[in-house]
């Protein structure tokens, strides 16, 4: 050898079949990454020799398609941006696209912010309200047995006192 290592070539139908995709689905997602300046081996007549970095780019491209939830073109360009060493959310993000929904999801927060703020002043009324009518409670209770009590004193003293005593 001369420093150059070997690679494995495949076809077309084992690429398709190593992936897991038509061999129509395959040409297609080819033809995307040549019109993003991919390039891969082929012969004079055009037919198309797979290497092992080429089954790494596609594998990858159809990651992203299928778990990012991307459009193919999307998917296309962050496989692109990924080889030449760039980050993929850079390239691929359509701001237009989402600027609608992260505008739309700004206003739902600040309603909800709104909301919560709200339900914690009711939540603070009502601690206070129930508080204070404990603390009503417990005066109330503490009264009752305070008269309760001297009622009992007044009953003992009175069991106490002998019947001449009794109009003293």
């Excluded at 190593?18 to 390039?39: A, P």
């Excluded at 009175?158 to 005593?165: C, D, L, V």
Aim: charged letters at 30%; a neutral charge; hydrophobic letters at 35%.
């Amino acid at each position: 050898m001369t420093g150059e290592s070997k690679q494995a070539v495949y076809s077309s139908s084992d690429v398709a079949t190593l992936l897991q995709i038509k061999e129509s689905t395959l040409r297609k997602y080819c033809l995307l990454l040549m019109d993003e300046g991919y390039e891969f081996m082929s012969n004079g007549l055009g037919h198309r020799a797979y290497t092992d970095t080429d089954l790494i780019t596609l594998r990858k491209l159809i990651e992203l398609k299928n778990e990012a939830s991307m459009t193919l073109k999307q998917a296309t360009q962050a496989v692109m941006a990924w080889k030449k060493g760039n980050s993929v959310s850079d390239s691929v993000i359509d701001t237009d696209r989402y600027n609608p929904l992260l505008a739309e999801f700004s206003l739902f927060r600040e309603q909800q912010e709104n909301f919560n703020k709200e339900l914690l002043k009711q939540l603070q009324k009502q601690q206070d309200y129930i508080d204070n009518r404990l603390e009503q409670r417990d005066q109330v209770l503490m009264q009752s047995l305070k008269e309760s009590l001297e009622a009992r004193k007044e009953i003992a003293a009175a069991r106490q006192k002998k019947w001449w005593q009794f109009w003293k």
